[in-house]
C-alpha cells in the first residue's frame, strides 16, 4: 500500500467504495487522513464501516471543512451529467481527485526521479503497458504494475529511488489526475470509445492529451489525426515528442517496416527489434505496441540489448491473442478478452488459416465489420446466444457450425485443425461479451484454457488455471 501522507491531518469526502475505492480510502486513513466515505450501494457502506472506514452521507456534511474530494472513476464526472457529489464539491470550491492524482502526489513528495511510466489510448494500452513491465522486470529492475490494469495504484508499493512504476490510465482516471506528470507518457491511438462519459470525441481527445501533455517524455501514435495533432501541439509547446507508428515510415521517432521495428533520428535509421518470430507480438497493432514500449524503455534508461531480451521472452497478456497450446501443427489461441468485433479484428488479420470459436452475447451489428477476414476462416464453432445471428451474418462465405457449448466447439475445432495438411489456429475470439454462459471474459479464457489442456497430445505453453471451466 502506498500510505497518502500528503493528506495528512487534512478532511477528505470520497465517492465509490468499490475496489479501488475501498483501496484509496484506506490509503488515506494510513496517511493520516480524516476520511468520510458513501457509496449509492448500502452494501459497499457496509463493507467500507467493517473495515474501519467513517461512513457518511456525502449530503449531510459540512463541505466548507473538505480539503479534497476523491471520486471514483467509474462515476460520471462531466456526462451524461455530473454525479450529485460533483455537484456539492464544485459548489463549495472542492477540488475532484481519483487515485491516481494521490499517487502522482505521493511520488513527488517522496521520490520525485523515480521512473514512472504511464499509458493510454482506446486501444492496446493493456498489452503495452504489461510488455513494458515486463521489460522492466526481466532486466532485473524493482517493478510497479498497476492502475486501469491488474492492482490499483495505491495498493502497489511506495515511491522510491530505483523503483520503476508502469501505470495504465483510462480516460476517467486522467480526468481525475490534474498533475499528472509521468517520466514518459504513452498516447497509442484514439478512436470513438466512452463518448456518453465525455460527451464529445473532442473533449475525449482533449482529456487523454493530458497525459502526454504533462509527461518528460511523450510518445505518440500518428496513425490517427487526433494523435497527430496533439503530438504536434505537444511539441510546439516545447516538449519532448517520440512519435510512433504501425504504417509509415517517419524522418523521425519509431515506426513498423512489416514486423521490424525501426528507429530514425538525426537523419539516420536503424533497426531496433524483430517481432517476426515473437508469437505474443503478432499483428500490426502489436508493432505499434512494441514501438510504444521501446520508446518508453529508452527514455528510463533501459538498454537496447535489455529490450530486445524482454520482447523475445514476453508471455503475452493473458486472454489477449494469447498462445495457450500446440498439438503438432495446430496452435491454440486465447483472445477472450475480444468482446466486440473491433476487438477480435487484430487477432484475425494476425493469422492466416483459423478455426474461429465465436459467439456470447452480441453486440451492436454483430461481426458484419469483419467480413473482409473471413478469407481467412476455415471454419467457424458458434457459442451462446449470438450463435444464430452470427451464422446469418456469415452465410455461405465461411463453413460454420452450431457448437453453442464451448467445450464442443474446442473439441470439434481441435479435430478439424488436427486433419488440415497446412499449419493452423484454433482461435477463441469471440467477438461478443460473456455474460450469457461466463462471469466474465477471464473466466471464459480460463475455461478455454482447460478445454484446450483436455485434449489428448497437447503441450500447454502456459500453467493451466485451476477451476477454470
Not at 79 to 89: E, G, R, S, Y
Amino acid at each position: 500500500m502506498i500510505p497518502a501522507t500528503t493528506f495528512k491531518g487534512k478532511r477528505v469526502a470520497l465517492f465509490g467504495l468499490g475496489g479501488s475505492g475501498l483501496a484509496t480510502a484506506q490509503a488515506l486513513l494510513a496517511g493520516g487522513a480524516d476520511v468520510i466515505a458513501w457509496d449509492d450501494n448500502p452494501d459497499s457502506v457496509t463493507r467500507a464501516a467493517s473495515v474501519g472506514i467513517s461512513t457518511g452521507d456525502l449530503r449531510q456534511i459540512d463541505w466548507s471543512q473538505v480539503s479534497s474530494f476523491v471520486l471514483s472513476p467509474g462515476v460520471p464526472l462531466t456526462h451524461p451529467k455530473p454525479h450529485w457529489t460533483v455537484a456539492l464539491a464544485r459548489a463549495s470550491g472542492v477540488e475532484i481527485i481519483g487515485d491516481v492524482e494521490i499517487f502522482v502526489r505521493e511520488r513527488r513528495a517522496h521520490a520525485p526521479s523515480c521512473p514512472f511510466i504511464a499509458i493510454t489510448g482506446t486501444n492496446g494500452k493493456s498489452t503495452t503497458t504489461a510488455l513494458i513491465a515486463h521489460i522492466l522486470s526481466s532486466s532485473g529492475r524493482d517493478t510497479q504494475l498497476g492502475g486501469n490494469i491488474g492492482r490499483a495504484v495505491l495498493t502497489l508499493d511506495p515511491p522510491k529511488d530505483g523503483r520503476y512504476f508502469v501505470v495504465e490510465c483510462s480516460s476517467y482516471q486522467i480526468d481525475l489526475a490534474p498533475t499528472l506528470n509521468p517520466t514518459a507518457g504513452i498516447l497509442l491511438n484514439l478512436t470513438p470509445d466512452h463518448l456518453d462519459r465525455h460527451g464529445t470525441m473532442q473533449h475525449y481527445a482533449e482529456v487523454k492529451e493530458r497525459l502526454v501533455a504533462g509527461a518528460g517524455t511523450a510518445i505518440v501514435g500518428i496513425d490517427d489525426s487526433y494523435c497527430e495533432l496533439i503530438g504536434d501541439r505537444i511539441e510546439r509547446g516545447g516538449h519532448k515528442v517520440i512519435r510512433i507508428s504501425k504504417r509509415q515510415p517517419l524522418a523521425d521517432g519509431l515506426y513498423a517496416e512489416g514486423s521490424t521495428i525501426m528507429l530514425a533520428e538525426q537523419g539516420k535509421t536503424s533497426m531496433l527489434a524483430e517481432l517476426g518470430g515473437i508469437q505474443t507480438l503478432k499483428g500490426s497493432h502489436n508493432a505499434q505496441n512494441a514501438a510504444a514500449a521501446i520508446g518508453a524503455c529508452l527514455a528510463v534508461g533501459v538498454s537496447v540489448a535489455e529490450i530486445r531480451a524482454g520482447l523475445e521472452s514476453f508471455p503475452g497478456l493473458n486472454h489477449r491473442m494469447q498462445p495457450v497450446g500446440r498439438r503438432r501443427q495446430v496452435l491454440f489461441v486465447n483472445d477472450s478478452k475480444a468482446t466486440n468485433a473491433d476487438a477480435a479484428a487484430p487477432a484475425l488479420s494476425s493469422y492466416e488459416r483459423i478455426y474461429w470459436i465465436a459467439g456470447g452475447l452480441p453486440k451492436e451489428g454483430g461481426i458484419a465489420s469483419l467480413a473482409p477476414l473471413f478469407p481467412r476462416i476455415v471454419k467457424a464453432y458458434l457459442i451462446g446466444e449470438a450463435a444464430s445471428a452470427f451464422a446469418a451474418q456469415l452465410g455461405d462465405r465461411v463453413a460454420f457450425e452450431i457448437s453453442d457449448r464451448l467445450d464442443r466447439a474446442v473439441a470439434h475445432a481441435a479435430q478439424d485443425a488436427d486433419e488440415d495438411t497446412e499449419g493452423s489456429v484454433v482461435m477463441l475470439s469471440p467477438a461478443c461479451a460473456s455474460f450469457d454462459q461466463y462471469k466474465n471474459f477471464e473466466v471464459r479464457g480460463e475455461a478455454f484454457v482447460a478445454h484446450v489442456a483436455e485434449l489428448d497430445g497437447v503441450t500447454m505453453l502456459i500453467d493451466v488455471p485451476t477451476g477454470g471451466r
